[in-house]
């Protein structure tokens, strides 16, 4: 088999005004879908983060993929990997997100050849990937910090008649009242069984207390995350953390690298958990030298494609490190793709991030995927089990060319409602 094309189109998809660490969601998050196509007529689809860069390197990436054959992967990745060795080396970046290129581009072929081979064999990526060790994947409830608004253009913004999930998706949280409402509408709505906090916007005293109210109002029976991307100092992240021993599941990043990590982590007695300090197969060895973290969050995305992230998997059971997986703004492709690798590594038994709940837009036949009871089923269909929907991806792209953002910037969005703030990689 041969890959005769492959389609490479950037998307634009309403995101609410959510806070980071780095700033303020924008009305678009930025996606990129590609399509591999064989000589046989089918097709096979991933998608990953949108940038520039992105857009870029796969176009250059495209050299290296048509003429290819999709069952030679592990050929494919390497060629890649040498094309874009020249480009030196890619940097992870201070943000919330990671921004290297290789790694998404590893993520977006590998992706899209493993659908590709599961439609042409009849057979489920989960099962390209060894098989299943669970057929329902376990996701969390993901609480932001937020402003009032849907997302999107501003005229469909706010819907009058919302109620529900679809209500609390758009009014503005921003104390602990406001967020025990956000993860009891959520909850209600898709079942969810842990819930993880986004942290690392507002004075951790309001972070903590919503902490503190979620386990108030949930019980000791609903694990609870808090994610602080990095922007406490030691002492911060040590003093609050006190006050969420015994609470928290787990502590996600409150602290910028590892020695700082593995510092909380010898004051506390919180697992905790990384998708910020530790976030390539180069930085394994350190993390495991210096004790950094408990949990790695696997994401395909940033790891390079679902076999790595299986890798990842064996490793961290080596070591004694727990699996769980991160997050960003994304679609249903992206949602199965993190199913089945949910699906196919035993030991990733913490449930999984996902932004999902926050999107309104689908690029899916069938329009958005089923989370009941806090778990997406993965289906009998082959790949990924999702198809593209053609005339959703179109008017994706129009959004994407009409809202004129190349990057996604959450520090001048965040200008835009306090004109002053400023990224400050340690906050408090
Ligand atoms: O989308 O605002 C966001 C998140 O903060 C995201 O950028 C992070 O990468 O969810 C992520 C995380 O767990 O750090
Ligand atoms: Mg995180």
Known sequence: MRITDMHITPIAITDPPLRNAAGLHAPYALRTIVELVSDNGISGISEIPGSQAVTDALIEAREVVVGHDPFALNHLLHLLEQRFRSHGADARGQAPWDQRRLVHIFSAVEVACLDLLGKDMGCRVVDLLGGPARERVPFSAYLFFKHEGAGGPLEFDLDANADGWAQARQVSALDPEGIVAQASAMCDEFGFQSIKLKGGTLDPAIEVGSILALREAFGPDTPL??????????????????????????????????????????????????????????????????????????????????RASVELGRICRTFGRGLSMHSNSHLGISLAAMAHLGAAVPNLTYALDTHYPWQSDEVVVGGQLPIEEGYYEITNAPGLGVELDREALARLHSSYLDCGLKNRNDEIEMQKIEPDWTFKPTRW
């Open 225 to 306: 995350r808090l994610d602080p991307n990095a922007v406490w100092a030691v002492d911060t992240a040590i003093n609050w953390g006190k006050k969420m021993e015994g609470v928290l599941e787990y502590y996600e990043d409150p602290v910028r690298g590892q020695e700082a990590m593995a510092e909380v982590r010898q004051a506390l007695s919180i697992p905790l958990a990384t998708n910020m300090c530790t976030t390539s197969f180069e930085d394994l060895p350190a993390s495991i030298r210096l004790g950094s973290e408990d949990i790695i969050l696997a994401d395909h995305h940033y790891w390079g494609g679902l």
